[in-house]
């Protein structure tokens, strides 16, 4: 289930997802329905989605030092450095998973001044890898199997422990040791969107698609599931919303859970946005029962599967390969970063962020 154009934070941020299938029936039908399980929405788990939220509200609460809000300092700054190799690590997966985990974020790399580096080594055969054990991140993205769902940090937020601890992924491709869906290749893509600094179109401060969806049941809706325990429409052909049906199986969500993965993120001048994207790969294709007029919804539409043409020059604006660009970036960002590294009240999670992201920018223009 996949809805996401070309929305990008100034220094970068984002969330996850799969397709989700409502058996529907007819107004005052009374036959009898087939249940269809439903895949599981993407999204960040409750626990990861309390970790930022705390955050978050700390964040809010710090005065303004060295010119500087820390918490937009923070959540503008995850961006990678133009020019930066990003490090990813592997804990699962065998080397055939691996290797086409290593190909299909490849594209992101071609339009921008961005690179991967999964440290395989043709001596051993293997990929870069990174333990629960670790006291220091192995790389700056950690790719794990074993979580629910599919779901990334955003950008230098995957440093950051209130998104990723150490000692666990920072990007999750739940189940994939095990089975691959059909679309394998646009869920690693999507990802690694996020893992660069996208975010989701459905969630853009311009609007996004907030006021399209069906957020409450309809007047008079009788609970009604299938036989997987899913909310259905009732007999009536009256239609759970979006918190009845992603409350229940196999999601589980509850509200806050709900609003941290679909509602629209605060305006704020730390985005850049461009357009609706209808094409991009960091859009859902969210299904007819989550809106209230499908038919006329801008985002409503098919999955995405590759990168689109809007996508590259998002990635190309991120991460820009023209010198005085890049310089110019640099120098914005030594700029906050520096005044940032200076705010003794900003937590040590954060500050381990500002640190590593300024330390790569000052290499990068020596």
């Not at 626990?47 to 609460?61: C, G, K, M, N, Q």
């Not at 790969?281 to 299904?287: A, H, L, N, Q, T």
């Not at 023209?322 to 937590?347: W, Y």
Request: charged residues 20%; neutral net charge.
């Amino acid at each position: 289930m996949r809805t996401r154009a070309a929305l990008f934070p100034v220094l970068a941020a984002g969330a996850l997802a799969l397709a989700i299938v409502l058996a529907d029936s007819s107004c005052g039908s009374k036959k009898p329905r087939e249940a269809s399980r439903l895949e599981p929405l993407e999204g960040f788990p409750r626990e990861i989605v309390a970790r930022r939220a705390a955050r978050d509200t700390f964040l809010r609460s710090l005065p303004a030092a060295h010119g500087m809000q820390p918490f937009f300092v923070v959540n503008t700054q995850r961006r990678w450095a133009s020019g930066q190799v990003v490090r990813v690590a592997f804990r699962g997966g065998d080397l055939q998973l691996r290797h086409d985990i290593e190909n299909a974020a490849a594209g992101w790399t071609l339009s921008g001044n961005i690179g991967l580096d999964f440290g395989y080594q043709s001596s051993t055969g293997n990929y870069r890898e990174w333990s629960p054990g670790d006291s220091a991140p192995a790389a700056e993205i950690r790719v794990g199997f074993d979580l629910n769902g599919y779901w990334s940090c955003v950008g230098t937020e995957s440093l950051d422990t209130a998104c990723a601890p150490t000692s666990q992924q920072s990007l999750n491709l739940g189940g994939f040791e095990q089975w691959r869906p059909p679309d394998w290749r646009a869920v690693i893509t999507h990802e690694f969107g996020h893992a660069l600094g996208f975010e989701h179109e459905h969630q853009s401060p311009q609007g996004g698609c907030e006021a399209e969806f069906r957020w409450d049941k309809e007047p008079g809706y009788v609970s009604t599931t299938d036989s997987y325990g899913q909310f259905v429409p009732d007999n009536s052909g009256r239609k759970p919303g979006i918190y009845t049906v992603l409350g229940g199986p196999p999601n589980r969500w509850e509200r806050p859970t709900v609003d941290a993965n679909l509602r629209r993120l605060p305006p704020s001048s730390a985005f850049e946005t461009s357009a609706f994207d209808p094409k991009s790969v960091m859009k859902y294709s969210f299904p007819d029962w989550m809106f209230l007029n499908p038919l006329t919804s801008q985002c409503r539409g098919p999955e995405n599967l590759d990168i689109s043409s809007l996508d590259r020059e998002g990635v190309a604006r991120l991460y820009p390969r023209n010198p005085a660009d890049m310089v110019a970036l640099a120098g914005r960002q030594t700029h906050a970063l520096s005044a940032a590294a200076k705010t003794e009240t900003i937590p040590d999670p954060q500050q381990f962020v500002i640190r590593h992201q300024l330390d790569a920018v000052r290499a990068l223009v020596k």
